[in-house]
């Protein structure tokens, strides 16, 4: 599932796309991937612009001139792609359905726009989804409504970061970072970054931090998200930005995915165990668990 910088980066791909477009038809083929009543769709998608594309937590949230919105969860294997004659823009899950002739056999939707060009979206496993909301009623759906604050955003200061801590404050740090009720956004790459930068073992238990630490950990988180976007997000193996290019994060990490290799700080060898299910990776030299 891709984190906040990678759909991030989608979503600054497709403002440059779709602004503006007007929506002509819209053929989906498994209802679980486009649950909407056809008459809403009939009056509030089809013959609607496109005004703008924004991220709530890692959905992805296009707003149409009729006061409604198209909101799409990628999910695991999820994917959007624009096409025309001229341009052929792709995120999501990196198969060959980004650069292959579409529709294909993992296209669930596609969407007819005014100027000859398609969005097509494709989940191979159709766990992702695609919703059609009056814009106001968004933030009132039991998904949006349990979602913690963004992390990036600028009244979002590390006196709220601690009091969302305080409210899971017997747990490990890392499973309270992952808690998307708690903080949105944030997955296994950008907990480990965040941890290691402020020197806290993810096992640490929330109520065992100063605020000293929460208030580095808080500057850390931002500081990790702000390098992901810059450099195109994790695209390692999972996800291709809006553009079909992989993001160079990976390339910048310290400790996600260098077990075995020495820190960059201290020269101690990097590990990786397992924290409630989750792989984990600590430098077991500067990130001591306090019990």
């Not at 991030?8 to 779709?18: A, D, F, S, W």
């Not at 806290?200 to 998200?225: E, F, W």
């Not at 984990?280 to 306090?290: A, D, G, K, Y």
């Amino acid at each position: 599932m891709p984190e906040l910088p990678e759909v991030e980066t989608i979503v600054r791909g497709l403002n440059k796309l779709l602004i503006g477009k007007s929506i002509l038809s819209i053929n989906f083929d498994n209802p679980k991937s486009f649950p909407n009543n056809p008459s809403d769709v009939d009056k509030f998608l089809i013959k609607s612009k496109i005004n703008s594309v924004h991220r709530r937590g890692k959905v992805i949230i296009i707003n149409l001139s009729t006061d409604y919105s198209l909101i799409t969860h990628l999910k695991m294997t999820g994917q959007l792609i624009y096409r025309n004659k001229q341009q052929s823009f792709g995120g999501g899950h990196p198969n060959d359905s980004l650069i292959g002739q579409l529709p294909d056999k993992s296209t669930r939707v596609v969407i007819d726009l005014d100027n000859s060009s398609k969005v097509f979206f494709n989940d191979q496993r159709k766990f992702g989804w695609m919703r059609l909301l009056p814009t106001v009623e968004i933030q009132n759906i039991d998904f949006f409504r349990k979602l913690g604050p963004e992390p990036l955003d600028s009244s979002f200061t590390w006196q709220k970061f601690d009091a969302r801590l305080q409210k899971r404050s017997n747990s490990s740090t890392k499973p309270v970072l992952l808690d998307q009720s708690i903080l949105a956004g944030i997955g296994n790459i950008y907990a480990d970054e965040s941890l290691w930068m402020s020197k806290i073992h993810p096992a640490t238990r929330v109520n065992k931090l100063s605020k000293d630490q929460i208030k580095d950990l808080c500057g850390n988180i931002k500081k990790v998200l702000n390098l992901s976007i810059d450099k195109g997000g994790s695209t390692d193996r999972n996800y291709l930005n809006a553009e079909g290019k992989k993001g160079s994060y990976l390339e910048f990490a310290n400790v996600f995915r260098k077990e075995g290799e020495p820190c960059s700080r201290c020269g101690a060898t990097i590990v990786k165990f397992k924290l409630n299910g989750r792989g984990t990776h600590i430098c077991p030299n500067e990130q001591r668990l306090v019990i």
